[in-house]
């Protein structure tokens, strides 16, 4: 007996801990339950209150406008007319038909003193009519003026700066000719040759600029100093001086 009642206390306390443990359980639930369904019907009461709140104090929208009443017709005017406008068919045949007229036909307008144009007259138009005239217009209008011709440049064409001569021609016209130096370096590397050096004469003759166009390179030097020293007479074009640009040959022979 003695050992049925050391075994029955562990399970009995253990009996006593669940039973502890599922109502701590319930208690704590239906306070959570009871604090959720207590904010949210609060939050909801507060949204309430804020709402009516704010219809309160906004007033309402003001009422449309009244529509604008509708345009008065405007009377109508009536024009009683004493004779029948445009032409009317006779009842009897005419008996003496008229020559006709040389003059152009006259109508008559629905207004009493309007002459000329057609029936009713035309805004714009000329009293009597123009023949052969467009209604609104003012009367035959000529062709129009040709535009006046752009004014002449009297003023001649000014003539080139700079012209440009052959070899031949340039060189007859030169009035003092210098004789290049040979080298002493080319003449004892037994150097020979022709070197074309073109220059620029001013409206002078003197030679302002000379460069070699081709040649051995131990004689270019020599003709270009050569060419600087040469004059020439002024060119005229048209009665003014021009600068020219032409080439001398110079031929290095041993």
């Known amino acids: 007996m003695f050992d049925q009642l050391v075994t029955s206390s562990p399970v009995k306390r253990r009996s006593d801990r669940w039973i ?11 306070l959570l339950t009871a ?10 009461a507060k949204l309430n209150e804020q709402f009516n709140l704010l219809t ?4 309402p929208p003001p009422p449309p406008p ?3 009443p509708p345009p ?8 009683k007319q004493d004779a029948p406008v445009g032409f009317v068919s006779a009842k009897e045949p005419p008996k003496d038909i008229k020559p006709p007229s040389p003059k152009p036909p006259v109508f008559v307008s629905s207004n009493a003193g309007d002459i000329g144009g057609q029936p009713g007259g035309v805004p714009g138009g000329v009293p009597g009519g123009v023949p052969g005239g467009v209604p609104g217009g003012i009367g035959p209008t000529g062709p129009a003026e040709p535009p006046p011709p752009p004014p002449e440049d009297k003023k001649p064409p000014e003539p080139p700066k700079i012209i440009r001569k ?12 210098v004789e290049p130096t040979y080298p002493p370096l080319a003449k004892a590397a037994r150097v020979n040759g022709q070197v074309v050096v073109e220059v620029t004469v001013d409206e002078q003759g003197n030679v302002i600029s000379a460069r070699a166009l081709n040649g051995h390179p131990l004689l270019k030097d020599a003709a270009v100093n050569a060419a600087k020293g040469w004059k020439f007479s002024p060119t005229m074009l048209t009665g003014v001086p021009v600068k020219v640009i032409g080439t001398i040959t110079f031929n290095f022979n041993l």
Do not use: E, H, M, N
């Open 72 to 79: 008065a017709a405007a009377p109508v005017k009536v024009v």
């Open 56 to 59: 309160l104090l906004s007033p």
């Open 20 to 30: 502890y443990f599922c109502v701590t359980a319930a208690v704590w639930v239906s």
């Open 35 to 44: 604090v959720i369904v207590w904010g949210i019907v609060a939050y909801d």
């Open 166 to 177: 052959s070899g031949g021609v340039f060189q007859g016209s030169a009035t003092r000719k």
């Open 66 to 68: 009244p529509p604008p």
